[in-house]
């Protein structure tokens, strides 16, 4: 029997729930484009944690599969709705408090990571995590994948910023967990728990953030490689002996994506490149470029340009940003996360490139480099079976080669519904059965976000 909606619309404000098909229809994807996306059988835009509990509380009594929602800019599919499900989406709660004194911003989940950073900006702070999409994914969104970005190489992933969170759980209770304190080891890290936990053990309706002091200026350095070998090589000695604020590594198939787009006069012909900054003081940031600028040339790169224009830096690190929409152009996409120990870079991306071979498939590898966080990006056409297949076999793939590698199937999109069948063989048993537990723990119903991640 179909549930009273009636019921839900008089406890939420004035348009806050969508049942018209059309107008559902944007709400039932995110930018992975899940293909088995079902039609919600309704949509609540919340406003506050008062709206979230109210529509929780009305699929517990019914027995609702409930899907979170932020921005939809995921790309693992953990925002795909269900048939019959309630799409919880907290895009409306978009207000940012900053607290220059304890350098803290109170952020609703539906504020985007731009606006964030804008506001701290404004008293000569940063919010470091940034991930390519910062300005359009949202803080709700980063917080339940645990994003990472250009900038974690030095500064972290968002759980290093994360200080606490209002989180309203599966029977609608809303709990304040963590608050403005740095250091705080009273009871179980539960603020943690639900960093990265995708909207399985709860939707988070407001996060408490650390701010750091603004940024320096940062000095940007490009080198291309003939051999992708050299540039993995150079990574390697890079982390060995210093902590750049950025190290990004683009392949041959992406600069040429990116260049088609942009006609910036990238190399298409080097098979690597590497985009690095510093943002040590002034002095010392011209010191660290010039160390750089040796280890590239010491692994024979084709070409090192440096510059401390913080104009002409952006541009390059613009560049890295394009990758994905670039390649979006040529096709449909599978968006890889995988990533290893930093001194398996090389071998990741080596059998990344065999793997694109075998399958005749077209593979782009873009990566956060410094960290040994890989974005292989498969390219096809969806509209082609055969192709597709190969795809989807290459894409199970290479989640195999990075679990050989000691590496992991997610360094930042999350699990969602397109890697949860390899978490079990990242994880073991011992610790799959151990999350299980936890899940059924927070959400014995099972109706938080089915289908993503377990």
Not at 249 to 260: C, G, P
Request: a negative charge; one cysteine or more.
């Amino acid at each position: 029997m179909t549930p009273d909606l009636d019921a839900l619309a008089a406890e939420l404000p004035a348009g806050a729930l969508l049942v018209d098909p059309d107008r559902m229809a944007g709400y039932r994807w995110d930018r992975a484009n899940d293909p088995g996306a079902g039609v919600p059988l309704a949509v609540v835009r919340a406003t506050s944690t008062a709206d979230v509990q109210s529509a929780v509380r009305f699929a517990a009594r019914h027995e609702l599969a409930v899907v979170p929602r932020g921005a939809g800019t995921g790309l693992s599919g953990g925002a795909s709705a269900l048939s019959g499900c309630l799409v919880v989406s907290v895009e409306r709660m978009r207000a940012v408090e900053i607290d220059p004194a304890t350098r803290i911003a109170v952020v609703e989940p539906g504020a985007l990571n731009t606006e964030v950073k804008a506001a701290a900006a404004e008293h000569g702070l940063w919010y470091p995590p940034d991930p390519s999409s910062y300005e359009i994914c949202s803080i709700g969104g980063n917080v339940a994948t645990n994003a990472g970005g250009l900038c974690c190489v030095k500064y972290g992933v968002t759980s290093d910023y994360v200080l606490g969170m209002t989180v309203v759980l599966a029977d609608g209770t809303a709990v304040e967990l963590g608050g403005p304190r740095l250091k705080d080891a009273a009871g179980l890290s539960l603020t943690k728990l639900f960093v990265g936990s995708e909207g399985t053990l709860g939707i988070i309706t407001r996060v408490l953030l650390r701010l750091v002091p603004a940024q320096r200026p940062p000095c940007t350095l490009v080198a291309t490689f003939a051999s992708l070998d050299d540039a993995t090589r150079t990574v390697l000695d890079l982390t060995r002996t210093m902590r750049p604020a950025m190290l990004e590594l683009m392949d041959r198939t992406s600069i040429n994506a990116v260049e088609d787009v942009t006609m910036m006069g990238l190399d298409r012909t080097a098979e690597a490149m590497l985009v690095v900054q510093s943002d040590e003081p002034a002095t010392h940031g011209v010191a660290e470029i010039a160390e750089v600028t040796a280890i590239c040339q010491a692994n024979h790169s084709t070409e090192v340009f440096s510059t401390d224009d913080a104009e002409t830096g952006e541009a390059f690190v613009v560049a890295r940003r394009m990758v994905i929409p670039s390649l979006e152009r040529q096709g449909s996409l599978l968006l890889e996360d995988v990533g290893v120990p930093v001194p398996q870079l090389g071998a990741l991306v080596r059998g990344i490139e065999a793997i694109a071979e075998e399958h005749v498939i077209t593979v782009a590898v873009v990566a956060h480099a410094g960290d040994g966080n890989t974005h292989p990006l498969i390219v096809f056409d969806a509209s082609d079976p055969d192709e597709s297949a190969r795809a989807q076999a290459a894409y199970g793939q290479i989640m195999d080669l990075a679990i050989g590698l000691g590496g992991t199937i997610t360094g930042e999109h999350g699990v969602g519904r397109l890697k949860k069948d390899w978490l079990p063989a990242y994880l073991g048993p011992e610790a799959m059965d151990l999350n299980r537990r936890v899940k059924a723990a927070l959400d014995p119903q099972g109706i938080l976000n089915p289908g993503a991640v377990f």
